[in-house]
Each structure stands twice: as C-alpha cells, then as structure tokens.
C-alpha cells in the first residue's frame, strides 16, 4: 500500500510510470489513436470511462476466442460462424484501439475468406498471445491508474 | 437561439459499441434510442412514424441477430420513411458499403465512431 506520508514524491513517480507505460503501449504498436479517443470521452460525468470500455474488451474477448477455438475444432468447418465472431472480435477490440488485436483479425478473416483452415489456426494462436500481452499491460496499466486516485482520470496525456 | 432536440436511433447489439455511441453522440449533445437488433430498430421507427415525430438520424450497425442491419434498412424505407440512415460496421469493403446503399442506407461509416465522424455525420445532414 502507498505510503500517503510522502504523496508528492510517490505521485510524481507513479505519473511518470503511467506515461512511459502508456508511451510504450503507442510505440510498441499495441495501441492506437483510439485509445486517447477513449480518454477524451472520459469527464466528471464517466471517471472511470476508459477503465469500463476496456473492461468490457476484456470481457468480451476471452469468450470470443474460446468460441473462434471451438469452431475450428469442429466438422464440417463453418467458415461463416468464423467469420462472424472474429468480426465481432475485431470490432471490440478496434473500440479500444487494440490495434495487433484488430490486424491479426483481419489476417483471420483473410484466412476464412479462402477457407484456409490452418492459416486460421495459426492465426488464432497469434491473436491469442497478442490478447493476452494486451491484458496483461492494460490491467497493469489501469492498477497504476488506481494508485494516482481520481485526479489523474482528468488528465489526458497525448502520444 | 433554442436548439430542438435531435432524435437519433443507434441499433447496436454489442454493449461495447453501445456504450462508446453513447458517449460520443453525448459529447456531440445527442441523448439517442437504442434499439439492440434490426427488427426491435423497424419497431421503434414504426411507433414513431405512428406519432411523435420521426427520427432525424438512424445509426445502425450490420451484424446483429434476429435481424441485420440491412434488412432493417430495407424495411424502415420500405415504411416510406426517409430519415438519413447511416450504417456503422467493422467491414467497410465497398461490397459492404454498396451493400448498404443498395439497401436504402445514405451513408457509411467505418467503426469505431469518434467526435469526428458524429461530428461529420450531424453537419452532413443538417442536424449540427
């Protein structure tokens, strides 16, 4: 637990690890503009806003995978079902900018479009690591921004 | 000057693009219905053709269950109604895009929905 003894010297450290962490999300092509998008939606009325839509990313994207997994399991291939939840992956994830999400998506859809089952195999193999960097980065992230308090949800530091 | 209130109906399944259509029509001064499929959207557009005024804006987006956004489009301007209609999807091939204008839509635009793009939309159909 943060010692609140020392606010300003804590605060300023964990400001700084919040920017190079969000700084790197941009460099390392994990995120895209969508993501300030998100930032600059969030005011007084919705604190908390970015940390709810990412939230309900990372709710809804598990449950996709695993049913993108299933699918391709099955005989005969359904190639339509494929395409349709890996749409709906794509889109959840382009809400929040996941942009290796979103590009790995497309690759999927390619891979369905020529009724390519391994391609899409691999490409579920990729898009699950790439999720599970993402959540990992992001619940790191928001658990910075938790430590900061409800000041910080103002800011919005731009790329 | 008294600014009427623009009515909008965003059809959306999927809470995730609900929620941030939400926000950004917000930040636009936009409080809009929400229909979660293509037939409660048809229904919602009905009851309003019976009385209390049109919408002045239909968003919708492409894939949903129990009706798509297609056939939702079909049947709104089937109804006669000509409020503008722009479909909002993650496939924005132009066989996607022509899709939707062969179905009646007036405009297309690629998710995720930001200021800009509402901002675009509401200027390009008088309702900024």
């Known amino acids: ?159 | 000057m008294d600014r009427r209130r623009i009515r909008v109906l965003l059809v959306e399944d999927e809470e995730i693009h609900r929620v941030l259509a939400r926000a950004v029509l917000r930040a636009a001064g936009v409080e809009a219905d929400e229909a979660e499929n293509g037939a409660e959207a048809v229904r919602r557009v009905r009851e309003r053709v019976g009385g209390g005024g049109a919408y002045d804006l239909i968003l919708t987006d492409k894939q949903m269950p129990v009706m798509d956004g297609h056939e939702a489009t079909r049947q709104i301007r089937a109804m006669g109604v000509t409020t503008p209609i722009v479909a909002v999807s993650s496939d924005s091939l132009p066989s996607d895009v022509q899709a939707f204008t062969a179905a009646g839509a007036d405009d297309f635009t690629p998710k995720p929905l930001t200021k800009e793009k509402v901002g675009h939309i509401l200027s390009k159909f008088g309702l900024a």
């Open chain 1, 1 to 159: 637990m943060m010692d609140l003894s020392e606010p300003t010297m804590d605060y300023s450290n964990l400001r700084r690890q919040i920017t190079f962490m969000k700084k790197s999300f941009f460099d390392q092509g994990y995120l895209d503009e969508q993501f300030n998008q998100l930032e600059e939606l969030q005011d007084e009325s919705s604190p908390n806003f970015v940390e709810e839509v990412v939230a309900l990313f990372l709710k809804d994207s598990p449950r996709l995978l695993s049913n993108i997994e299933q699918t391709i399991g099955k005989y005969p291939q359904d190639f339509y079902r494929l395409d349709s939840l890996v749409h709906q992956l794509k889109g959840s994830g382009s809400s929040i900018g996941a942009v290796r999400m979103k590009n790995e998506c497309s690759v999927f859809k390619a891979h369905c479009n020529d009724r390519n089952l391994e391609g899409c195999r691999r490409s579920l193999q990729k898009m699950k690591r790439e999720h599970a960097t993402l959540k990992q980065k992001l619940e790191s992230y928001f658990q910075l921004l938790r430590q900061v308090g409800p000041r910080e949800h103002a800011v919005n530091s731009r790329k």
